[in-house]
């Protein structure tokens, strides 16, 4: 529903509103959020990203952090002057990073549950006979005898102790049946 003409209220300048520190603040927030929640606790919106790095004991710049040395032909070391290290305020930091980086990586692929149950089928009634996998009629997606292999080989890679368990069941069964 349209608003009644001449009820709207024209915009008028706060001349009380500090524009400067509104400013600030607004291009504090509109700052990168910092993802890695060990450097987001430690950091100090007052100091630089430099000066901020440097108290946990990390490097902004990389190729000033790690000394490049260049090869010359003799020179002379007499005035030669090693600057202070800056001093790591917040180590904790950067052991909680390289504790975090120990930790071993967890393994995120994984086989769909179809793809388990296929193999299997597969190879509890056919054996290592590929061609009559590709003849069976639960060959849905028309898989060639090399696409079954194939498949076949990604689930024993994925799985190498649970392949080897189906296996010795498989001849468990067979020498029970003989």
Not at 49 to 64: F, I, S, T, Y
Not at 76 to 103: F, G, H, I, Q, T
Request: charged content about 35%; glycine content about 2%.
């Amino acid at each position: 529903m349209p608003k009644a003409k001449g009820k709207t209220r024209r915009q008028k300048f706060g001349y009380n509103i500090n524009r400067k520190r509104l400013n600030r603040n607004a291009r504090r927030k509109a700052a990168p959020r910092i993802e890695c929640s060990h450097i987001r606790h430690a950091w100090d919106q007052t100091k630089s990203v430099r000066q901020n790095l440097a108290e946990m004991g990390l490097a902004m710049d990389p190729n000033r952090a790690v000394p490049f040395l260049k090869r010359k032909v003799k020179t002379m070391e007499v005035d030669v002057e090693e600057r202070p290290k800056e001093l790591v305020r917040k180590p904790y930091v950067l052991n909680d990073l390289e504790a975090e980086a120990s930790l071993p990586e967890k393994k995120g692929n994984t086989l769909s549950r179809d793809l388990i149950d296929y193999v299997r089928y597969m190879v509890e009634n056919h054996g290592e006979n590929y061609k009559a996998m590709a003849r069976d009629e639960k060959n849905y997606y028309q898989d060639t005898p090399k696409q079954i292999r194939n498949k076949i080989n990604v689930y024993k890679r994925f799985y190498p102790a649970e392949w080897q368990a189906f296996t010795d069941s498989l001849q468990k069964n067979r020498m029970e049946v003989e």
